[in-house]
């Protein structure tokens, strides 16, 4: 399996600002999804985008992916207090003979903060 | 659905204890993983399970490790004996599909003295 390498290490931005994190994978893919992580909590899910999309929105998320760099960004548009977590990129597993291997692979993500 | 329970949410024991870390995973999820979270290795992934049968244990430290999923419904993780540096907060995760979006619990933390 891989895993994604998210850019920076760690963002600190004000509340109401945007935020965007970026991703860079090694291997082609047919989905990119994303995850948050709260202090002390399990991961979240928040988007899976396909290969054959350039850009999905939830909310206020904006993921956008180019296939053909390899790497894909997450946008957080008027950032507030509680998106204050760590944010991971996952790329599918790889798959093999017999199969895929089932599990993902995360990287050390992006630390954000949001300041009030 | 309640999402993946686990149990329970703290352990504090002493070195050489045995500890039992539990799981149930989403309804109908064919999958299921256990991860380790450490601020020095980050997410690592322990062993997970397709259909209740392990697929890929590399992750498991040592033989102090096993894990168990006698049912669709039910996994344990067991750390026998258990050691100061086991301390660290264990995920379990369920999904649908290989590769399909992950569920996780809300972990247990693990304090090994």
């Known amino acids: 399996s891989q895993q994604g390498e998210e850019d920076p290490q760690a963002l600190s931005i004000q509340e109401g600002e945007n935020a965007t994190m970026n991703c860079s994978y090694k291997?082609?893919?047919?989905?990119l999804q994303w995850y948050r992580q709260n202090s002390g909590r399990g991961l979240v899910h928040l988007i899976l985008i396909r290969s054959n999309e350039r850009e999905k929105h939830s909310g206020r998320l904006r993921v956008t992916l180019d296939t053909s760099k390899k790497s894909s960004s997450l946008l957080i548009t008027a950032s507030r207090a509680a998106d204050t977590a760590s944010y991971f990129c996952?790329?599918?597993?790889?798959?093999?003979?017999?199969?895929?291997?089932?599990?993902?692979?995360f990287g050390k993500g992006t630390k954000l903060s949001v300041k009030p | 659905d309640a999402g993946v329970i686990q149990s329970p949410r703290h352990e504090v024991t002493e070195m050489g204890q045995e500890v039992t870390l539990r799981c149930k995973p989403i309804?109908?999820?064919?999958?299921l993983f256990w991860y380790r979270q450490t601020m020095m290795r980050g997410l690592e992934l322990l062993i997970y399970?397709?259909?209740?049968?392990?697929?890929?244990d590399s992750g498991m430290p040592e033989d102090r490790f096993s894990a168990k999923m006698p049912n669709a419904s039910f996994s344990t993780l067991k750390i026998q004996p258990s050691e100061p540096r086991d301390s660290a907060v264990y995920f379990c995760a369920s999904s649908s599909l290989a590769g399909n979006e992950q569920f996780f619990g809300p972990g247990t933390r693990l304090t090994v003295l």
């Open positions: 399970f397709n259909n209740n049968v392990p697929i890929d």
């Open positions: 996952v790329p599918p597993p790889r798959v093999n003979y017999g199969g895929s291997q089932g599990n993902l692979i």
């Open positions: 309804s109908g999820h064919d999958y």
């Open positions: 291997t082609s893919i047919n989905n």
